[in-house]
């Protein structure tokens, strides 16, 4: 059984291009985000899509949204609202040529970017000035090492890869092709575990916007697909 999990780092943001740190702070993408999310989704549109997971943050939901738009199926994802009283009951669909056209989407804070605390809105260039240059490479680029009252990415790893191995892992195991739309850090921290890497290793991996990156699930093991 061979069957694929897509990755894919949300399309630049607002605050991207004003070098602000954002976290947790709703921020749509940006122009040039929408044009990547154009790009990645022509990158996928033939490798067809059972489920989707997004975070909870628009600028992910935005770029799983504008790719899954050139998909070759030309599904429609639909979110899915489960426990959320009249959202769950009352988006019920009737037609069953119109649920095949459909591909069931979750959102969830659990794949949400890493929380940067005292940071969020602050310019980045600010944030050496008030810190000191190696403070914030610190606090950007350590394992264990939070910015004021945010997390780390041991911490955002303590969120984001039990919400996979609950929710998502399950898909993939039953032979499903899983597309999650994310974000830097909640992705580095999956990439983690599903390429083995030791909390060295992992400061050294950039996740591009907008560009998929995609596994293959072989036998029970993971297999990083190169272009």
């Known amino acids: 059984m061979k069957n694929k999990l897509i990755l894919l780092r949300h399309g630049k943001s607002c605050w991207n291009k004003l070098n602000r740190f954002t976290g947790w702070v709703d921020i749509p993408l940006s122009m ?52 959320e009283g009249k959202m769950d009951k009352w988006a019920c669909i009737y037609d069953k040529t119109a649920e095949e056209m459909t591909i069931p989407t979750y959102c969830d804070p659990a794949l949400n970017e890493r929380y940067y605390g005292e940071l969020q809105g602050v310019d ?10 190696e403070q914030v490479h610190i606090w950007r680029r350590s394992f264990n090492v939070a910015p004021p009252s945010g997390e780390s990415l041991a911490k955002t790893a303590k969120r984001t890869l039990p919400y996979f191995k609950k929710k998502i892992l ?32 992992v400061l050294q991996l950039e996740l591009a916007t907008g560009d998929p990156v995609m596994y293959e699930y072989v036998d029970g093991k993971f297999y990083k697909l190169v272009e």
């Open 32 to 83: 040039d985000g929408v044009e990547e999310a154009f790009r990645a989704g022509e990158k996928i549109k033939d490798i067809p899509i059972d489920i989707v997971f997004m975070s909870s943050l628009v600028r992910a939901q935005m770029t799983a949204f504008l790719a899954m738009m050139a998909h070759s199926s030309q599904k429609v994802l639909v979110v899915k609202h489960p426990k």
């Open 124 to 133: 980045k260039d600010e944030a050496r000035r008030r810190y000191g240059k």
């Open 170 to 201: 399950p898909y993939i195991k039953e032979g499903k092709n899983v597309f999650i739309s994310a974000h830097g850090n909640s992705l580095r921290s999956i990439v983690m575990y599903l390429d083995n890497l030791s909390e060295e290793e």
